[in-house]
């Protein structure tokens, strides 16, 4: 029986967070950054409010981190590769994968943000040899504007109600929502651009909103928390391209329309003494685009809903929290997509 064995590590990190666990809160409120995170990029009911406010609570700092990863994979059995000094070459070795610089935290009153800046180290020095990061073709760029936005947010005070309001400019649909469980921000929050670098797999096929626009859209979102308890936002995404090599796409580009696709996401929130628990729902519909320069390229619309639901109790001593995100995608495809469909069937009849 084969056993293969891989053990992926971050090795290097300039600073003592992750890259969803900064430390702008603490810098900026003089608090731990376990009051606002129970976990890497989980948030606690504290770093939520930070989060809705536009990470501008607090005092101004210098709003800047650096973080690097690097990864060690080790396959001992390689008896399966037609030729490991090829398809494995790097087996054993520490390869880097990423650097990351981050303007994060309170930009100005009541206007604050998260920007991430990428350099994909393993796209630069292709691992493999064919195609895709396991093969060595560079897929996206080697720096690119990863999942980001910028905040502003007020809060409207009167006698019965207490309503915050705000909007985000953000590339990538779900990077500004405060419950960390959704696409994402979602769990594992963090894993190896290698895990299934030898055909091995990871978490298989995903919906478009789970990170598959990720820096290729841009859009600007209105929300409103009522009272702490009831969430409401909308949003609309339109294609995101520009000429700056420097803020290019991370991955295989998506022909995102250029007209609106709308977002939107409600939430119930409650928090009682150590214990917090949220219901609520989002979704999103992309309209794809059949792409002229790719043959057999093909559109249609994606309509994405979710469900999700969390719940913490957190102490001095102790915390405990789960988790549950459910998406359902229906895809309507485009007339030539149709066409090539029944042109693989017709072709698997002969």
Not at 20 to 43: D, I, K, M, N, W
Not at 223 to 243: K, L, Q, V, W
Request: with cysteine.
């Amino acid at each position: 029986m084969q056993i293969r064995i891989i053990l992926t590590v971050a090795l290097l990190f300039l600073g003592i967070q992750s890259a969803y666990a900064l430390p702008s809160f603490s810098r900026q409120t003089g608090q731990a950054c376990s009051a606002c995170h129970v976990s890497y990029g989980e948030l606690t009911p504290a770093g939520r409010q930070f989060k809705l406010m536009g990470y501008s609570a607090g005092n101004y700092v210098i709003p800047l981190s650096v973080t690097g990863v690097a990864s060690l994979s080790k396959i001992n059995n390689t008896s399966s590769s037609i030729d490991p000094t090829i398809t494995m070459a790097k087996n054993g070795s520490v390869i880097p994968e990423e650097a990351s610089a981050y303007i994060a935290g309170k930009f100005y009153e009541n206007l604050g943000g998260y920007i991430k800046l990428t350099l994909n180290a393993s796209n630069t020095n292709p691992v493999f040899n064919s195609q895709g990061i396991q093969t060595g073709t560079k897929v996206g760029g080697d720096t690119y504007l990863d999942a980001s936005e910028i905040r502003y947010a007020m809060s409207l005070l009167n006698d019965s109600h207490n309503i915050v309001v705000g909007a985000s400019l953000n590339n990538a649909p779900t990077v500004q929502d405060l419950w960390k469980i959704s696409p994402v921000n979602g769990f594992p929050y963090r894993s190896s651009n290698l895990i299934n670098a030898w055909g091995i797999g990871q978490f298989g096929p995903t919906t478009m909103i789970d990170g598959s626009l990720n820096s290729q859209v841009a859009g600007i979102s209105l929300y409103t928390m009522i009272d702490e308890s009831i969430y409401a936002e909308f949003a609309g995404y339109r294609h995101f391209s520009t000429p700056l090599n420097v803020i290019s796409i991370s991955g295989d580009l998506n022909t995102v329309s250029s007209s609106i696709n709308p977002y939107w996401r409600l939430a119930y929130n409650h928090v009682q003494g150590p214990d917090s628990y949220m219901f609520g729902t989002f979704g999103m519909i992309t309209d794809l685009k059949g792409d002229a320069n790719i043959a057999g390229s093909s559109g249609g619309k994606y309509t994405d809903i979710g469900l999700d639901f969390e719940y913490q109790h957190i102490t001095e001593l102790h915390s405990w929290s789960t988790r549950m995100t459910y998406i359902n995608e229906q895809v309507d495809w485009d007339a030539q997509a149709v066409s090539n469909m029944n042109h693989d069937a017709s072709h698997g009849r002969d």
